[in-house]
Nanobody, 122 residues
Framework: QVRLVESGGGLVQAGGSLRLSCEASGRSFRGSGMGWFRQAPGKDRELVAAISWYEANVYYANSVKGRFTISRDTAKNTVSLQMNSLKPEDTAVYYC???????????????WGQGTQVTVSS
């Protein structure tokens, strides 16, 4: 089992930046991937960014390409999401997640953090 703990959410004005971090503990991540999902009120949870743990291949949703950057530190077992040029529509609860299968397939994620609120004011 993998335990995931997010940090870094908060309130920011449109155009601002936030950095989310997620620390993973538990089993080794060999062959696994990590992702960031978000869920806004009344909307489905969506995969916004993901990274394969060892190869560092990345995936971004079209809505965040060019604004968000996902990275990982294999020594510290952390994954981060740098969010720039934030928009009010980025407001959501952001969840860190881990998969032992394919990192860019939103259906493959098995372990979840508790979520952190990101609010972007206009």
């Amino acid at each position: 089992q993998v335990r995931l703990v997010e940090s870094g959410g908060g309130l920011v004005q449109a155009g601002g930046s936030l950095r989310l971090s997620c620390e993973a503990s538990g089993r080794s991540f060999r062959g696994s991937g990590m992702g960031w999902f978000r869920q806004a009120p009344g909307k489905d949870r969506e995969l916004v960014a993901a990274i394969s743990w060892y190869e560092a291949n990345v995936y971004y949703a079209n809505s965040v390409k060019g604004r968000f950057t996902i990275s990982r530190d294999t020594a510290k077992n952390t994954v981060s999401l740098q969010m720039n040029s934030l928009k009010p529509e980025d407001t959501a609860v952001y969840y860190c997640a881990a998969t032992s299968r394919y990192y860019s397939d939103y259906r493959s994620y098995e372990n979840w953090g508790q979520g952190t609120q990101v609010t972007v004011s206009s």
